[in-house]
């Protein structure tokens, strides 16, 4: 199984990005998928995920500015960021796991993305 991100960058406050995470090989017929970040000295945080069933849940810090999708035929997720903030900037991962209530394991991840937001 193989994830790779792309579509990070610099922006500036207030802008948009929309991250892509292309996943390949077998995964799970009932999955988890989301994004997490990570900023310098930071602990990895939950950005958002969605599961097989199209269930999706948001960190508080990003609810209503960011949006989970994906594209079943391409294999990919996404992350629509808008309305960005310096403290959005972050290293962001995608990850995979099996299908358990409110998707706390992740076995798969990306090699990263990153996401710089100037104030």
């Known amino acids: 199984v193989q994830l790779v991100e792309s579509g990070g960058g610099s922006v500036q406050a207030g802008g948009s990005l929309r991250l892509s995470c292309v996943v390949s090989?077998?995964?799970?017929?009932?999955?988890?998928m989301g994004w997490f970040r990570q900023a310098p000295g930071k602990e990895r945080d939950r950005v958002a995920v969605m599961d097989s069933n199209g269930v999706q849940s948001y960190a508080d810090s990003v609810q209503g500015r960011f949006t989970i999708a994906q594209d079943n035929a391409k294999s990919t997720l996404y992350l629509q960021m808008n309305s960005l903030k310096a403290e959005d900037t972050a290293m962001y991962y995608c990850?995979?796991?099996?299908?358990?209530?409110?998707?706390?394991?992740?076995?798969?991840w990306g090699q990263g993305t990153q996401v710089t937001v100037s104030s």
């Open positions: 990850a995979v796991g099996p299908f358990q209530s409110l998707c706390p394991v992740y076995d798969y």
């Open positions: 090989g077998n995964t799970y017929r009932r999955y988890c």
